[in-house]
């Protein structure tokens, strides 16, 4: 007779264990760009199911000097926890220490700052996506041309992602890397300078365009629209609508797709579980310890889109819509 009742104050305790008051933080930069925004559903997924307050915050361009300034500003608010998409860790990662100093619980999503005391880091293993991407590509050029890459060079994870590449067109000599330009998170500069490549002729015609981050894919190839560009590679990054769409039109080669849904979402419950079930002490390098209560590293994973699977992608996209 009493069992159905202890069962009942049991689920009723862990409902009580979470409150609206308990509220979290995602950091990034560029937060408007569909890849934040998936992300977004993900961290407000979670705190749904855990009924607490999430929020995202940041700059709505690529501005890294914003984002610190953003960081202060919600460590200063004493939250049970932040996540953080590091776009330069030299001066992002003292904010983080300094969050860890405070007793705020701090995870990197996305994007790492390794050298900081942040607890552990949840993201595509972006050292094997650039080796995805760097098949593909040495594939369709047939292992000869000329290649481009569309960056930023501080941000952690498009570092990873070039090295990547370069590690796979390091074995074909035929492939020569003419250039990595620096868009400084405006696709419209990736967009005016494909234009510029475009012109170029024989030994020096661009072959291969490969962006490294989200938003640069759809204007490299609005630029081959205009240009009427044909027999060029393009390999993007993600999967918003635009790409995918270029991807199935035969635009875009291919691109390569994360999970910054998955990386929001494990990563809010991450937090929760450490603001419930606090560490004995977070400045501490937890990745030295073998009995570690927490990993060094969650893999969200990668996947190559290309027309063969483009539809699912897309498909896909349209069932997140309508959750």
Same mark, same amino acid.
């Given at each position: 007779m009493f069992a159905p009742l202890a069962v009942a104050f049991a689920l009723l305790a862990?409902?009580?264990?979470?409150?609206?008051?308990?509220?979290?933080?995602?950091?990034?930069?560029?937060?408007?760009?569909?890849?934040?925004?998936?992300?977004? +559903?993900?961290?407000?997924?979670?705190?749904?199911?855990?009924?607490v307050t999430a929020e995202m915050?940041?700059?709505?361009?690529?501005?890294?000097?914003?984002?610190?300034?953003?960081?202060? +500003?919600?460590? +200063?608010?004493?939250?049970?926890?932040?996540?953080?998409?590091?776009a330069d860790p030299t001066t992002l990662g003292p904010e983080i220490n300094k969050a860890i100093s405070?007793?705020?619980?701090?995870?990197?999503?996305?994007?790492? +700052?390794?050298?900081?005391?942040?607890?552990?880091?949840?993201?595509?293993?972006?050292?094997?996506?650039?080796?995805?991407?760097?098949q593909r590509l040495a594939a369709q050029l047939n292992g000869k041309g000329n290649v481009v890459f569309f960056t930023?060079?501080?941000?952690?994870?498009?570092?990873?992602?070039?090295?990547g590449y370069k590690d796979v067109l390091s074995t074909y000599p035929g492939i020569k890397i003419?250039?990595?330009?620096?868009m400084k998170g405006d696709s419209g500069t990736a967009m005016d300078k494909t234009e510029e490549y475009l012109a170029r002729k024989g030994a020096d015609q661009v072959n291969g365009y490969v962006c490294l981050e989200a938003s640069a894919g759809k204007d490299v190839a609005e630029a081959f629209k205009r240009q009427h560009a044909t027999g060029r590679v393009?390999?993007?990054?993600?999967?918003?609508?635009?790409?995918?769409?270029?991807?199935?039109?035969?635009?875009?080669?291919?691109t390569i797709s994360q999970k910054p849904y998955t990386m929001a979402l494990l990563g809010l419950k991450g937090l929760?579980?450490?603001h419930h079930y606090p560490l004995k002490t977070l400045n501490r390098d937890y990745e030295l310890d073998a009995q570690s209560p927490i990993p060094a590293f969650v893999d969200t994973g990668v996947s190559l889109v290309d027309k063969s699977n483009v539809d699912q992608f897309l498909q896909s996209g349209s069932n997140q819509a309508r959750r």
């Open positions: 862990g409902c009580e264990r979470h409150s609206k008051s308990e509220r979290y933080y995602l950091v990034a930069t560029n937060i408007d760009l569909p890849y934040w925004q998936t992300a977004k +559903a993900g961290l407000q997924q979670a705190a749904a199911q855990y009924g915050s940041g700059p709505s361009v690529f501005d890294p000097a914003g984002e610190v300034d953003e960081m202060r +500003a919600i460590i +200063a608010k004493k939250p049970m926890g932040i996540l953080v998409s590091v405070a007793g705020i619980p701090v995870i990197t999503i996305d994007s790492d +700052a390794p050298d900081s005391n942040r607890l552990y880091f949840i993201g595509t293993n972006n050292l094997e996506a650039g080796r995805l991407g760097g930023m060079p501080s941000q952690p994870n498009l570092v990873e992602r070039l090295k003419t250039e990595v330009f620096d393009l390999i993007a990054m993600d999967v918003d609508r635009a790409t995918l769409q270029l991807v199935k039109d035969g635009t875009i080669d291919a929760d579980d450490l």
